[in-house]
């Protein structure tokens, strides 16, 4: 017969409950509740960017929350702010074309995770509510990459 080590009948007891959880068959309420995605990323022309907002993509009114947009061209290129004539515009949901944003903070460069020089910001939304944030940019005169505007909606508490 065949026997397994304690350590192999725990490791595959994590698996099994790891399975049980995430099929929802031993849901853990504390774990569902604040589970949020890490990393959002949305695609224009040959531009894609991952959007991160700090505290967890769970901002709240009257807190400082960090954004950040990691750039990149078609084949991963990173695309540092020092290269893109970017602009960050901040609706209200429900806003209509033409409206003037309610915020535009100014980006700077900054590095996050693996990306060094990304277009970032610091916002304090003003209450609690769905927002809409616009990035768009344009390549400066050393760089190539195409007229870009990307959307990402974001629910302040």
């Avoid at 290269?83 to 949901?93: E, G, R, T, V, W």
Wanted: with cysteine.
């Amino acid at each position: 017969m065949f026997h397994l080590s304690n350590k192999s009948k725990t490791l595959g007891l994590l698996v099994f409950l790891g399975l049980l959880i995430e099929s929802g068959i031993f849901p853990i309420p504390q774990l569902n509740s604040t589970l949020v995605l890490a990393h959002e990323v949305e695609v224009s022309a040959d531009v894609a960017a991952t959007f991160h907002l700090e505290p967890n993509h769970n901002p709240r009114a009257g807190e400082t929350a960090k954004i950040w947009f990691a750039l990149t061209r078609r084949g991963g290129q990173i695309i540092p702010l020092e290269q893109c004539n970017c602009k960050l515009a901040i609706y209200p949901k429900g806003y209509k074309q033409g409206d003037k944003p309610l915020m535009e903070p100014p980006l700077k460069a900054v590095s996050a995770e693996r990306y060094k020089g990304i277009p970032g910001a610091n916002i304090v939304f003003p209450k609690a509510g769905i927002y809409e944030l616009k990035l768009s940019g344009s390549a400066k005169t050393a760089a190539n990459f195409k007229p870009f505007e990307l959307t990402y909606t974001v629910t302040v508490r």
